[in-house]
């Protein structure tokens, strides 16, 4: 009979259920990057010229750019001159009703668990859905209307919300910011846009699904959410691709804005294709989000669940402007076989009365490799600013790693900063208590595992809060025994 | 019901168990009483499939079943129940989620459905009140943050949910107060029926005056050398272990 810790140590990788290829007439542009295939975008996504003109800068600062190298893993080479940089179905009709969409494309999503067609709308949830570079639904966003809200594909507010879309568009995350911010304003290819009007509570969960499809192309999504003076708005966003046996890159960046007293609460499944076992394939996701709380009192919390992706490497953070405002970062991340993870997130404390709180839980399964990065900057002027951060890593096998990083830069003596971090293994005790009460050792970790991300995946809207942790359950599955 | 026969299990290769042999019915309740060290934990955890445990000799029969075959989950889906020396902690699991899910399948090998959530609350409520378990600690985490007779009470709160055939009671009278005592042992004694069995491990006599076993067994140094009724568990509280020296395997003397 084999030990507890040979079964840990035992490592193998169950399928990814949401590894199977549309196979669709799709339109895609040829490979490599420069001034034409960014003409190419614009041109075919019908974009006003100082978008096009917004894109070429970035791609010119792109192009002077170079990798960093701070990164806790090996970033193999990207020759981003090998992908393709805009990937879509070919019907593609203005559609005014849902059911007028390609059945095929109806049916990945149903597949995926996303009904788009008109008789199985999730109730309570507005959904917009991503394939490849564009946007191929949207539901409810007539009933959005109604209360004033703006709920459509980024490439729809380009062009019949240009006002909002060049008000706001770089102005949380610059195309200077990083290699992949330039990367994405240069070839931005859809995503989903929101503007919650003053004092309008969000009637319904707002969400998007990308969904990566085409072979040897990136998705490169930008979400630009505004919510307006004392308006509240909850968004989720979730994703999967096809396995492949070549990495994909997935470059999002994301902006929220909130206003004197709106709150703006931001939920990620991802669940990008990881790679198999070998570590070979999977996607490459490397995504800049950052959020502005604005005005006074205003509120912006992430909160993520981090399953699938060959290397995630993303810091969602906020700007803590207005006085009393409040960031909020909770975060499972959990990586096996050779997936890599390097996240965490930065509060930048400016006005007074500044909170932020951090809960990070990793979890290090096979050869998986979990690092937390975190800033917490206060500074001059952030009087009483307070920080509280908790860092958690769970390690499953004694082949992975668990790894945190927590940079503090105070400029203000009246802050208080409190970190506390821990690092604990599943231990065979408590497997074989759950065993004597009749649970097998798969579902005993996936307990262990959900007990332990409790804290973060309460935060996620009931609805997925209950996927979530299925989600955790299935990629546990094979890890252990 | 549970039939030993000649066990032995040693760890890391010391050996324990040196040839163990017990005999339990269903309607029985069987102590087991012995030293420190003697195995009678050990005795269990091997009995409940602990990995650790290397099994090198003899036969265990568990409702005519090879119960040795068996994976501990489906040892404990049979019905075999060990309330721990030593409860676990597991940090954020709810203790009513845990239930469920292990009550569900002990259902599921049974060929039965799911338990409805009206019949699972209407049992929560009814056992809780047979243990005296407070429904505070039964909606916290799994033992986490338990005080150590807490974590007893509770051991005896998923027994008595999951209505076992064979409990194994190790210690668990240790660490609870007199009160919490009287309260478990009437627990146990009204889940006490013709078709169960108890295994009572314990160093006090007391226990047995609320709980009466049917048998007393001395446990010494991987052996029972000693069977009786409970008037054998007033001698040994008089007179200790030393006199039963001579009964144990001259192996144990090397
Ligand atoms: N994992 C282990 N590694 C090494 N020795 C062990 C291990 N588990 C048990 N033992 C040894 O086996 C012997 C029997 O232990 P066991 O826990 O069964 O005793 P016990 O009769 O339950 O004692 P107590 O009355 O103190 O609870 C002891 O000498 C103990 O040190
Ligand atoms: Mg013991």
Redesign the interface.
Request: with cysteine.
């Given at each position: 009979m084999s030990t507890d810790l040979d079964i840990l140590k035992d490592v193998s990788t169950e399928e990814y259920k949401y590894g199977f290829t549309t196979d669709i007439e799709m339109e895609i542009a040829p490979v490599g990057l420069n001034e034409d295939i960014v003409r190419y975008i614009s041109q075919k996504k019908n974009e006003p010229e100082w978008m096009l003109e917004y894109r070429l800068k970035a791609l010119r600062h792109f192009l002077k750019l170079e990798m960093p190298t701070w990164q806790n893993f090996e970033l193999p080479p990207i020759d981003f001159q090998a992908i393709s940089y805009y990937a879509a179905p070919k019907k593609q009709v203005k559609l005014n009703s849902l059911d007028e969409v390609d059945p095929e494309l109806l049916a990945t999503f149903e597949k995926l668990g996303i009904p788009l067609s008109e008789q199985k709308l999730l109730s309570g949830v507005a959904v917009d859905a991503v394939f490849d570079s564009v946007s191929v639904a949207t539901t409810f966003k007539e009933k959005l209307k109604e209360v004033g809200v703006i709920f459509c594909s980024f490439s729809d507010a380009v062009r019949e919300h240009p006002e909002l879309v060049q008000k706001y568009l770089g102005s949380v995350v610059p195309y200077t910011d990083n290699i992949f911010s330039a990367l994405n304003a240069a070839v931005v290819s859809d995503g989903s846009f929101v503007y919650i009007p003053k004092g309008v509570r969000c009637p319904m969960e707002l969400s998007t699904y990308f969904r990566i499809n085409a072979q040897n192309t990136g998705q490169f999504e930008r979400t630009l959410i505004i919510a307006d003076e004392g308006s509240y708005v909850s968004y989720l966003e979730g994703c999967t691709a096809p396995m492949r046996d070549e990495n994909q890159l997935h470059a999002a960046v994301v902006e929220l804005i909130a206003m004197e007293n709106a709150e703006i609460k931001y939920s990620t499944v991802q669940n990008w294709y990881p790679g198999d076992k070998d570590g070979k394939g999977g996607i490459y996701n490397f995504v800049t989000k950052r959020g502005i709380c604005k005005g006074d009192n205003s509120k912006i919390s992430w909160t993520q669940v981090e399953t699938g992706s060959s290397i995630t490497w993303k810091y969602p953070s906020v700007i803590l402007k207005g006085d009393n405002s409040t960031g909020e970062f909770y975060s499972v991340a959990l990586t096996k076989n050779k997936q890599i993870a390097d996240t965490g997130t930065k509060m930048y404390h400016i006005g007074k009365n500044t909170r932020s709180r951090i809960i990070s839980k990793g979890i290090s399964a096979g050869e998986g490799q979990n690092s937390y990065r975190g800033l917490v900057q206060i500074g001059n002027s952030a009087e009483n600013a307070r920080n509280f951060t908790q860092c958690d890593s769970l390690l499953i096998g004694d082949q992975c790693g668990a790894h945190t990083f927590p940079y503090i830069e105070s400029k203000n003596n009246s802050s208080m900063i409190e970190h506390e971090a821990t690092t604990s293994k599943i231990g065979e005790d408590q497997i074989f208590y759950l065993n004597q009460r009749g649970i097998d050792t798969e579902k005993a970790v996936a307990l262990i595992v959900n007990g332990y991300a409790k804290e973060v995946l309460n935060q996620l809207p009931m609805e997925f809060a209950v996927e979530a942790q299925k989600l955790l359950a299935i990629s546990l599955e094979g890890s252990v025994g | 019901m549970l039939s030993i026969k000649n066990l032995k299990a040693s760890v890391d290769d010391k050996e324990i168990l040196k040839g163990l042999d017990l005999e339990v019915k269903a309607g029985e309740v069987h102590a087991i009483m012995g030293p420190n060290g003697s195995g009678k934990s050990t005795l269990a955890s091997v009995l409940?499939?602990?990995?650790?445990y290397?099994v090198t000799g003899g036969q265990v029969t568990f409702d005519g079943k090879d119960l040795m075959d068996m994976?501990?989950?489906d040892?404990?889906?049979a019905g075999l129940?060990?309330a721990?020396q030593y409860?676990?902690e597991?940090?954020?699991?709810?203790n009513i989620?845990?239930l469920k899910?292990?009550m569900n399948?002990?259902r599921a090998?049974n060929n039965l459905p799911p338990i409805e959530a009206k019949e699972f609350l209407r049992m929560m409520k009814e056992k809780q009140k047979l243990v005296e378990f407070d429904s505070a600690l039964a909606n916290r985490?799994?033992n986490e943050g338990f005080s150590g007779g807490e974590k007893k009470r509770n051991e005896i709160f998923?027994l008595a949910m999951?209505e076992p055939k064979l409990s194994i009671l190790d210690e668990t009278d240790s660490g609870l107060d007199i009160d919490a005592l009287r309260i478990v042992s009437r627990g146990v004694n009204k889940l006490r029926s013709g078709k169960n069995a108890f295994i009572l491990i314990t160093h006090y006599q007391r226990l047995l005056e609320y709980i009466v076993p049917d048998y007393v067994h001395v446990l010494y140094n991987g052996q029972i050398v000693k069977s009786g009724t409970k008037e054998l568990a007033l001698e040994l509280e008089e007179k200790g272990y030393d006199w039963l020296k001579e009964s144990a395997p001259a192996a144990s003397f090397h």
């Amino acid at each position: 009979m084999s030990t507890d810790l040979d079964i840990l140590k035992d490592v193998s990788t169950e399928e990814y259920k949401y590894g199977f290829t549309t196979d669709i007439e799709m339109e895609i542009a040829p490979v490599g990057l420069n001034e034409d295939i960014v003409r190419y975008i614009s041109q075919k996504k019908n974009e006003p010229e100082w978008m096009l003109e917004y894109r070429l800068k970035a791609l010119r600062h792109f192009l002077k750019l170079e990798m960093p190298t701070w990164q806790n893993f090996e970033l193999p080479p990207i020759d981003f001159q090998a992908i393709s940089y805009y990937a879509a179905p070919k019907k593609q009709v203005k559609l005014n009703s849902l059911d007028e969409v390609d059945p095929e494309l109806l049916a990945t999503f149903e597949k995926l668990g996303i009904p788009l067609s008109e008789q199985k709308l999730l109730s309570g949830v507005a959904v917009d859905a991503v394939f490849d570079s564009v946007s191929v639904a949207t539901t409810f966003k007539e009933k959005l209307k109604e209360v004033g809200v703006i709920f459509c594909s980024f490439s729809d507010a380009v062009r019949e919300h240009p006002e909002l879309v060049q008000k706001y568009l770089g102005s949380v995350v610059p195309y200077t910011d990083n290699i992949f911010s330039a990367l994405n304003a240069a070839v931005v290819s859809d995503g989903s846009f929101v503007y919650i009007p003053k004092g309008v509570r969000c009637p319904m969960e707002l969400s998007t699904y990308f969904r990566i499809n085409a072979q040897n192309t990136g998705q490169f999504e930008r979400t630009l959410i505004i919510a307006d003076e004392g308006s509240y708005v909850s968004y989720l966003e979730g994703c999967t691709a096809p396995m492949r046996d070549e990495n994909q890159l997935h470059a999002a960046v994301v902006e929220l804005i909130a206003m004197e007293n709106a709150e703006i609460k931001y939920s990620t499944v991802q669940n990008w294709y990881p790679g198999d076992k070998d570590g070979k394939g999977g996607i490459y996701n490397f995504v800049t989000k950052r959020g502005i709380c604005k005005g006074d009192n205003s509120k912006i919390s992430w909160t993520q669940v981090e399953t699938g992706s060959s290397i995630t490497w993303k810091y969602p953070s906020v700007i803590l402007k207005g006085d009393n405002s409040t960031g909020e970062f909770y975060s499972v991340a959990l990586t096996k076989n050779k997936q890599i993870a390097d996240t965490g997130t930065k509060m930048y404390h400016i006005g007074k009365n500044t909170r932020s709180r951090i809960i990070s839980k990793g979890i290090s399964a096979g050869e998986g490799q979990n690092s937390y990065r975190g800033l917490v900057q206060i500074g001059n002027s952030a009087e009483n600013a307070r920080n509280f951060t908790q860092c958690d890593s769970l390690l499953i096998g004694d082949q992975c790693g668990a790894h945190t990083f927590p940079y503090i830069e105070s400029k203000n003596n009246s802050s208080m900063i409190e970190h506390e971090a821990t690092t604990s293994k599943i231990g065979e005790d408590q497997i074989f208590y759950l065993n004597q009460r009749g649970i097998d050792t798969e579902k005993a970790v996936a307990l262990i595992v959900n007990g332990y991300a409790k804290e973060v995946l309460n935060q996620l809207p009931m609805e997925f809060a209950v996927e979530a942790q299925k989600l955790l359950a299935i990629s546990l599955e094979g890890s252990v025994g | 019901m549970l039939s030993i026969k000649n066990l032995k299990a040693s760890v890391d290769d010391k050996e324990i168990l040196k040839g163990l042999d017990l005999e339990v019915k269903a309607g029985e309740v069987h102590a087991i009483m012995g030293p420190n060290g003697s195995g009678k934990s050990t005795l269990a955890s091997v009995l409940a499939g602990k990995d650790n445990y290397e099994v090198t000799g003899g036969q265990v029969t568990f409702d005519g079943k090879d119960l040795m075959d068996m994976s501990p989950e489906d040892r404990a889906r049979a019905g075999l129940f060990l309330a721990f020396q030593y409860p676990v902690e597991i940090p954020g699991v709810s203790n009513i989620n845990f239930l469920k899910t292990a009550m569900n399948e002990v259902r599921a090998y049974n060929n039965l459905p799911p338990i409805e959530a009206k019949e699972f609350l209407r049992m929560m409520k009814e056992k809780q009140k047979l243990v005296e378990f407070d429904s505070a600690l039964a909606n916290r985490s799994l033992n986490e943050g338990f005080s150590g007779g807490e974590k007893k009470r509770n051991e005896i709160f998923q027994l008595a949910m999951l209505e076992p055939k064979l409990s194994i009671l190790d210690e668990t009278d240790s660490g609870l107060d007199i009160d919490a005592l009287r309260i478990v042992s009437r627990g146990v004694n009204k889940l006490r029926s013709g078709k169960n069995a108890f295994i009572l491990i314990t160093h006090y006599q007391r226990l047995l005056e609320y709980i009466v076993p049917d048998y007393v067994h001395v446990l010494y140094n991987g052996q029972i050398v000693k069977s009786g009724t409970k008037e054998l568990a007033l001698e040994l509280e008089e007179k200790g272990y030393d006199w039963l020296k001579e009964s144990a395997p001259a192996a144990s003397f090397h």
